[in-house]
């Protein structure tokens, strides 16, 4: 006999057409929701989502519940609206994560839950339009998927390719599952919201706001120069020491400190040091860049460093980093470790 899917599995899966359509067809709106007694749990547990996925202690045990189906989808469907009214892409990039490593997790318990199902974990794969055992894939799809994906044995260099097609190993079938999810997730998404929706859910985008800032200024903490990178402190010099930096040294130097939680006043200051300083330009760069456009710059990958000429006097350090924050972060971590106390 076919293996249908449940309920249940909507609430598991709520990326499925046929999830949306079990809402929709119980009457479920907007509108309807954030005005129900219901829609409050609804948005909690939206917010929820967003929060976990913010988190970096998230992990995909036991506590998922799924207590009811429908509230399980509407608050996926909730949270994606609240984070397109937020437009932020770090926030964004993180709800895509947690929501595909949400599915996995539940595509792996498919295999040692009494109740899974492998059947079905086969089922949600091909909806994504990944075989369980596929072999290859066309150059195209290959290098859309391969983008997201960091370790330089995903590079087109570095694969076997026959007629047109990537060979895939066994053992890679599930980060790309993971990646091709990401990726429909983030094509999921709606265009815009209404300005309208936006207002309304205006308490909400606040507290993930609030939630965002927070999460940052605990992984960075006190900003510690030493540790900058070697490419952002040549930048730094290079202001002042009065050289001319291009716009893309200055877009770096900008989203870096302003993502390691330093102050747009500081950052303006930073730049009063070049001798072309013109004051009212650069609170304007420096705003428009930490998100007084609505839109707030995340810094470059050092993959696009190193395309803008900016990855420079690289360290031991950056050998074990793909992002500027990341060689932060750690550099951070493993110095204030060397200070502790030992007993
Ligand atoms: S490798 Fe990354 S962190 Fe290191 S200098 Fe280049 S861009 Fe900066």
Redesign the pocket.
């Known amino acids: 006999m076919a293996v249908q899917l449940e309920p249940e599995d909507f609430a598991k899966y709520p990326f499925l057409e046929e999830a949306q359509d079990f809402v929709r067809a119980r009457g479920y709106t907007l509108d309807r929701i954030l005005t129900s007694s219901s829609g409050k749990i609804i948005a909690t547990k939206a917010v929820d989502r967003i929060l976990f996925a913010l988190s970096s202690k998230v992990r995909f045990d036991d506590t998922i519940k799924l207590e009811s189906v429908e509230k399980e989808i509407l608050s996926y469907s909730i949270a994606r609206i609240l984070i397109v009214c937020i437009n932020n892409r770090a926030i964004t990039e993180k709800l895509m994560h947690y929501e595909s490593d949400r599915v996995r997790y539940f595509l792996d318990k498919e295999l040692t839950d009494e109740r899974g199902s492998p059947e079905k974990k086969r089922i949600i794969i091909e909806t994504i339009g990944i075989a369980p055992d596929q072999e290859a894939l066309p150059v195209r799809a290959y290098v859309e998927l391969a983008a997201g994906l960091r370790d330089d044995s995903w590079r087109l260099v570095n694969r076997d390719i026959q007629n047109g097609l990537v060979k895939i190993h066994n053992d890679e079938i599930e980060s790309i599952v993971r990646e091709k999810l990401r990726i429909i997730l983030h094509k999921k998404l709606p265009r815009e919201v209404p300005e309208e929706i936006c207002s309304r859910l205006q308490p909400l985008i606040e507290q993930i706001t609030r939630a965002n800032q927070e999460h940052i200024l605990e992984s960075y903490g006190d900003i510690e120069e030493g540790c900058f ?4 402190k ?1 930048l730094i010099a290079a202001v002042a020491s009065g050289a001319n930096i291009p716009h893309t040294g200055r877009f770096a130097i900008t989203a870096f400190l302003h993502t390691i939680g330093m102050h747009p006043a500081q950052i303006v200051e930073i730049f009063s040091q070049a001798p072309d300083f013109d004051l009212s330009r650069t609170v304007y760069q420096v705003e428009h860049i930490t998100g007084r456009s609505g839109t707030e710059y995340t810094p ?3 993959a696009t ?2 395309t803008y000429g ?6 031991g ?2 050998e074990h ?4 924050l ?2 932060y972060r750690d550099r951070k971590k493993k110095e204030q470790k060397k200070s502790e106390p030992t007993d």
């Open positions: 990178p070697p490419c952002i040549a470059p990958s050092c460093m190193r900016l990855c420079v006097n690289r360290d350090w950056c980093v793909h992002h500027p990341s060689y």
